[in-house]
């Protein structure tokens, strides 16, 4: 997409690409035929003026997905926190959500699209209470108007990329948020977190936890066709009153994460407040289920062997 200079720069072309994404695949934008100029339209005047451009800021991006209906959360690099940055940003990016990133160093915005094959890796320390998902991927995918789409980026400075930037260049990133998701990924982390730390699940140490939002919708086609699940628990998510979103964290041994498989999973209320401590619709591991119904947590002791789960989060998370 070529920059029009005065009229468009990497900032407008990052967030027209995200927004014309949810155009194509949900008719998210009216069904009209996004084009910059609309983008222009849309710009917030409190800092900058809206032409000529020299540029947009965190808060007019978020002025142009604002405008759609969306409610942008921005999040940033802390030094000594990358990783940190990193999971949250995967998160998004495996619940089918392309995000906004920007970068000071480089001057540049783009948007990130999706991640890289996940690798089959044997250095991680099993004495961990629990491994996060993003450990095992290296690799993200991006839409930079500078060049062609699909450009890869690595997670690591020093590794080798055909891109000039990696995951530590980026300073901030802006996630277009569905309006009635309040549940951040942050604050879910942290009850997670909390939750296995604890004890509350029958989990071993290592344990491998994979955070994305899902819709509702799919998640209960996804349990209708599946095989594998123990119908007792296929039962139970399927009668489960949900909202439109959930949160699902998926946990699972390294040798049925090769297999795509899970032993436990938890899945949250996407429209809970950051306060909510107990967020939870319903939790299982390999001996129980415990669901919240009609305002009052039931569980049901029941032997579940690990079945395989496939959200097809890439796919797009409101589908």
């Known amino acids: 997409m070529n920059q029009q200079r005065d009229f468009s720069m990497c900032g407008h072309i990052a967030a027209w690409s995200i927004l014309k994404y949810y155009e194509n695949s949900f008719s998210l934008t009216g069904g009209k035929n996004l084009s910059i100029g609309e983008i222009v339209e849309h710009l917030s005047e409190q800092a900058n003026r809206k032409l000529p451009s020299t540029g947009l800021n965190l808060q007019q991006i978020s002025s142009i997905f604002k405008a759609y209906n969306f409610t942008p959360i921005i999040i940033k690099r802390e030094e000594g926190k990358e990783d940190e940055f990193f999971r949250e940003v995967l998160a998004y990016i495996e619940s089918g959500i392309p995000v906004l990133a920007a970068s000071n160093t480089k001057e540049h915005v783009f948007s990130i699209i999706g991640h890289g094959k996940i690798k089959n890796r044997n250095d991680i320390e099993d004495n961990k209470e629990f491994i996060m998902h993003a450990e095992y991927i ?10 062609l789409p699909y450009r890869k980026i690595e997670c690591k400075r020093e590794a080798k990329t055909e891109a000039d930037i990696t995951i530590s260049d980026i300073d901030f990133a802006v996630i277009p948020l569905y309006n009635r998701i309040h549940l951040e990924y942050r604050a879910l982390y942290e009850r997670d977190k909390s939750y296995i730390e604890t004890n509350n699940l029958n989990v071993k140490s290592g344990i491998i936890v994979r955070i994305y939002l899902l819709s509702s919708n799919k998640l209960k086609e996804k349990v209708l066709q599946n095989t594998e699940i123990n119908p007792k628990l296929q039962d139970i998510l399927l009668r489960l009153e949900m909202p439109k979103y959930v949160w699902c964290v998926d946990l699972s041994t390294k040798s049925e994460y090769t297999k795509n498989k899970v032993s436990a999973r938890i899945i949250a209320d996407s429209t809970a407040s950051a306060g909510d401590t107990s967020p939870w619709l319903l939790v299982h591991d390999d001996t129980s289920i415990k669901f ?11 032997k579940i062997e690990p079945y395989q789960f496939n959200g097809d989060n890439l796919k797009g998370y409101l589908s």
Do not use: F, H, Q
Not at 292 to 302: C, Q, R, V
């Open 138 to 147: 290296d690799e993200l995918y991006i839409s930079d108007d500078n060049y």
């Open 292 to 302: 919240y119904d009609k305002e009052e947590w039931k569980m049901l002791k029941e």
